[in-house]
């Protein structure tokens, strides 16, 4: 009985120890909890800070590249939930703006200037139902044009109708044909293949940046006096 009681006084001494043990545990999960979160905010803006990074230095490198830049502006809204689709720039006639401007982005052509105001301008995508760009395929100068769908993507149709393969993967840039867009940027990626038609999906997303070049029309060079038609 004695021995029993001794054990009993023991236990019961403990756990106080106990209990403040389990207190200082908790606190401490708390805290490294809290730590963890702290890290994981921490990551999350250092990548925002690097693909912003990334992106303005491919927006750097297009415009040493670009032939005839305008001038670089931002996007201020895009439409996404309607047929219709249209940017804002907050650039205008002020800055040199004007009806039929190409406008292009770090990873393609984004579409052409419709509307101009004095401090701001509309932008007409290329995936809107009324936009038609002359392009062609990369890897074999395969002539086609790139059709708005208004709803996101794109329709790539062959020029010569009947014997055109086109294939998923496929990329397609602009041909310069018809002048105002400059040759050879990327417009559109067959999203899956087919027979003088396809479905394309857009290199350039006016959602997923905020700065575009607008640039001058292409002029396509006039052929010499008797230089025959090529």
Known sequence: M????AWVSRNIRMIPQGVGDYFMVKERNTALRDQLAAQHRSIVEARGVMNENRRLRALLGLRQRSTAPIVTA???????SSTRRYAVLDAGSRRGVAVGQ????????VGRVLEVGFHNARVLLITDPESLVPVRRAGDGLPAIAAGRGDGLLDIRAVAAGSAVIRQGDLFVTSGIGGIFPPNIPVATAARSGRDVARGRAR????TFDFAIVEA???????????PLR
Not at 102 to 109: A, I
């Open 2 to 5: 004695s021995s029993g009681l």
């Open 74 to 80: 931002h996007l201020v809204s895009s439409s996404a």
């Open 217 to 227: 029309p292409f002029v396509p060079a006039a052929a010499n006096p008797g230089e």
């Open 102 to 109: 190409p406008v292009r982005g770090p990873d393609g052509l």
């Open 204 to 207: 350039a997303h006016a959602d």
